[in-house]
T-cell receptor, first 115, second 113 residues
Framework: GAGVSQSPSNKVTEKGKDVELRCDPI?????LYWYRQSLGQGLEFLIY????????KSGLPSDRFSAERTGGSVSTLTIQRTQQEDSAVYLC?????????????FGPGTRLTVL | SQQGEEDPQALSIQEGENATMNCSYK?????LQWYRQNSGRGLVHLIL?????REKHSGRLRVTLDTSKKSSSLLITASRAADTASYFC?????????????FGKGITLSVRP
């Protein structure tokens, strides 16, 4: 595709419900990243996928958060039993490979609001 | 604690003026990158400077890196109203596939027409 796309763009949910956020990376990009951006904060790294390697889950804040990447392309971030502190913008990015010099291309994000 | 911290937190200037934004970091880096985020949008990569480089230019952007002071600056010359956005520095640390990009909290730049 032309860029990284994410859906939905906005999600409002009630506390305790599960949510799924979707990311479509740029075609051919093997590296995919999820970040969380809370109001007035920088980007918090959540998880990273590279090809068929085991994902780097070191940034996931709790076991309520999980992500998968099917077929090396589309990724889904799932948050179970959502809490109000999960409210944030969730950004997905992709790059050609995981190299320190590779540019990350970001999607527009999903704004999650937990009531 | 943040690996990269930008300064100032907010900057307001008149169109045509230059904008200087600073970033300090704590540990050794592979490279440092600057990104821009327009309101309600994702981040857009602006420029990357490697640890062995001291200065880099791209259009109206000039980035400097001082590894001895662990700091970088982003200069936008002849600013335009369209430059209004949040700017983030990101430091790449670690090695190979374990390298990781860490973002600061960002600087909010307002350019008054």
């Amino acid at each position: 595709g032309a860029g990284v796309s994410q859906s939905p763009s906005n999600k409002v949910t009630e506390k305790g419900k599960d949510v799924e956020l979707r990311c479509d990376p740029i075609s051919g990009h093997t590296a995919l990243y999820w970040y969380r951006q809370s109001l007035g904060q920088g980007l918090e790294f959540l998880i990273y996928f590279q090809g068929n390697s085991a994902p780097d889950k070191s940034g996931l804040p709790s076991d309520r958060f999980s992500a998968e990447r099917t077929g090396g392309s589309v990724s889904t971030l799932t948050i179970q039993r959502t809490q109000q502190e999960d409210s944030a913008v969730y950004l997905c990015a992709s790059s050609q490979v995981r190299r320190s010099t590779d540019t990350q291309y970001f999607g527009p994000g999903t704004r999650l609001t937990v009531l | 604690s943040q690996q990269g911290e930008e300064d100032p937190q907010a900057l307001s200037i008149q169109e045509g003026e230059n904008a200087t934004m600073n970033c300090s970091y704590k540990t050794s880096i592979n490279n440092l990158q600057w990104y821009r985020q327009n309101s309600g949008r994702g981040l857009v990569h602006l420029i990357l400077i490697r640890s062995n480089e001291r200065e880099k230019h791209s259009g109206r952007l000039r980035v400097t890196l001082d590894t001895s002071k662990k700091s970088s600056s982003l200069l936008i010359t002849a600013s335009r109203a369209a430059d209004t956005a949040s700017y983030f520095c990101a430091t790449d640390i670690g090695t190979g596939a374990n390298s990781k990009l860490t973002f600061g909290k960002g600087i909010t730049l307002s350019v008054r027409p």
